[in-house]
């Protein structure tokens, strides 16, 4: 699997994709020049009206327990600090970023295989990619996606007398 970034996405930019309301979700992406659990961010740049992406950028200090004992002694040690945005001007490329919440799937006895969502929701999903061109979106497409597997309530998953 290996680590991934978070990306926010402000509703005005996907708006025109008829997705204002997906910018209330954190989504993933293995896109990104960091790829160690960062956030980014593409939002309409008011002064232009262009959209743009950002990185929140921070400092790290060793904030660990120096008296603590074994693994202990790890936590705290990259603390991140001093967070702020930055305009990622030198970046160019392709960024896929989706949202889904599933939070779980596995064998199903009628249906082969089933997933189930955060608080047995409806399925929520959405994938875009976005092109990106010096920090600048220069195209956005995607949009909302269909379940495509069997989407089950958690008792259902995991109920465990199947045999009645």
Same mark, same amino acid.
């Given at each position: 699997m %290996?680590?991934?970034d978070l990306i926010q996405c402000d509703g005005a /930019? $996907?708006?025109p $994709? &008829?997705?204002g @309301?997906? &910018?209330d979700y954190t989504y993933q992406t293995k @896109? *990104?020049?960091a790829q160690f659990l960062d956030t980014y961010k593409i939002v309409v740049d008011p002064t232009d009206g262009r959209a743009r992406l950002y990185h929140e950028v921070y400092d790290i200090e060793d904030q660990s327990d120096p008296d603590a004992? %074994?693994?202990q002694r790890l936590i705290g040690m990259m603390t991140r600090v001093n967070p702020r945005w930055e305009w990622v001007d030198n970046f160019s490329g392709t960024i896929e970023f989706y949202y889904s919440n599933i939070c779980a799937s596995g064998p199903h006895p009628t249906l082969g295989y089933a997933s189930i969502t955060t608080n047995d929701e409806p399925y929520v999903g959405y994938n875009f990619t976005? *092109? /990106?061109? @010096?920090g600048e979106v220069v195209r956005l /497409? &995607? &949009?909302?996606e269909a379940a495509t597997q069997h989407i089950v309530s958690h008792e259902e998953l995991f109920k465990e007398d199947r045999h009645d």
């Open positions: %290996g680590m991934f /930019v $996907l708006e $994709l &008829g997705c @309301d997906a &910018g @896109d *990104t020049p004992k %074994g693994v976005a *092109t /990106v061109i @010096d /497409v &995607g &949009g909302k």
